[in-house]
């Protein structure tokens, strides 16, 4: 149950970045882990999986931009609503 509850979170996590970066590109970390609730270890963590998954790029300091797939990814969810 718990690594369940775990991975969940994770993907509540990412799915609210990646709205926020398609929302607004540049957060400073502060704010970003308020979004989250996550530690500043826990952020970069996040944020590296993001990149390493193609999903997200830097577009310069704490600025990110999302990439093809992260904007085909979020149209095939929004046409699951």
Do not use: Y
Request: overall charge positive; charged content about 25%.
């Amino acid at each position: 149950m718990k690594k369940g509850k775990i991975k969940r979170s994770g993907s509540i996590n990412s799915a609210k970045l990646l709205i926020h970066f398609h929302n607004k590109s540049n957060s400073d970390h502060p704010t970003l882990r308020k979004l989250n609730g996550l530690s500043e270890g826990g952020l970069g963590k996040m944020i590296m999986s993001l990149t390493r998954r193609g999903l997200i790029v830097r577009d310069g300091w704490q600025k990110f931009a999302l990439t093809a797939s992260a904007r085909k990814l979020m149209s095939e969810a929004l046409h699951l609503l």
